[in-house]
């Protein structure tokens, strides 16, 4: 059964301190590592998709990277409005189902 | 080009009610699916959809039905609602050829 598991499940920064998000999986036949994220009262926002090992994804200050194992959300000098919970999902075998993590609900104070 | 839509945004149901809970998507995917949102369960599979008049289930189907009789609209139908239902629920598309997932606003329900 595939598993997916998110660390710190909160986490709070000064604006420019640099950290990075952890998410844990066993899976058989990864198809992709996904990450999004969801501010309150709305749905999830897609970031990325990481689909083997060693494969790392850019956006602004969002850097997401994978090994066989985890998946790192590394935030470098966040601002406030980077405060939301980060999702991670996988997708495995031939479904197009996605099993979620819990999330991280991240607060970057200013 | 707006997306996945949901309606409505909120609903408040009586125990043994019945309703349907509103998806559509304009990107012309093949993939459409519903997930429910829980404290501390995260997202869960309800049911999904590879395209027009093909449905399947997820991880928790039971008290929900789905249809798909065009590729744009997937309704999500409760059909006798339980306090257990109370839940936000989100309808997400997917294009073919990748496994990516596109999410709605939700629509939060509480049964009573």
């Known amino acids: 059964e595939d598993q997916v598991t998110q660390s710190p499940e909160a986490l709070r920064l000064q604006e420019g301190e640099s950290s990075s998000l952890n998410c844990s999986y066993t899976?058989?036949?990864?198809?992709?590592l996904f990450w999004y994220r969801q501010d309150p009262g709305k749905g999830p926002e897609f970031l990325f998709t990481l689909y083997s090992a060693g494969e790392e994804k850019e956006k602004e200050r969002l850097k997401a990277t994978l090994t066989k194992k985890e998946s790192f959300l590394h935030i470098t000098a966040p601002k406030p409005e980077d405060s939301a919970t980060y999702l991670c999902a996988l997708s495995s075998g031939s479904a197009r189902q996605l099993t979620f993590g819990s999330g991280t609900q991240l607060t970057v104070l200013p | 080009n707006a997306g996945v839509t949901q309606t409505p945004k909120f609903q408040v149901l009586k125990t043994g009610q019945s309703m349907t809970l509103q998806c559509a998507q304009d990107m012309n995917h093949e993939y459409m699916s519903w997930y429910r949102q829980d404290p501390g369960m995260g997202l869960r599979l309800i049911h999904y959809?590879?395209?027009?008049?093909?449905?399947d289930q997820g991880e928790v189907p039971n008290g929900y039905n789905v249809s798909r009789s065009t590729t744009e609209d997937f309704p999500l139908r409760l059909l006798s609602a339980a306090p257990s239902q109370t839940s936000v629920y989100f309808c997400a598309s997917g294009r073919e050829g990748t496994y990516e997932q596109y999410f709605g606003p939700g629509t939060r329900l509480t049964v009573t």
């Open positions: 899976v058989s036949g990864l198809r992709g």
């Open positions: 959809s590879v395209g027009a008049g093909i449905t």
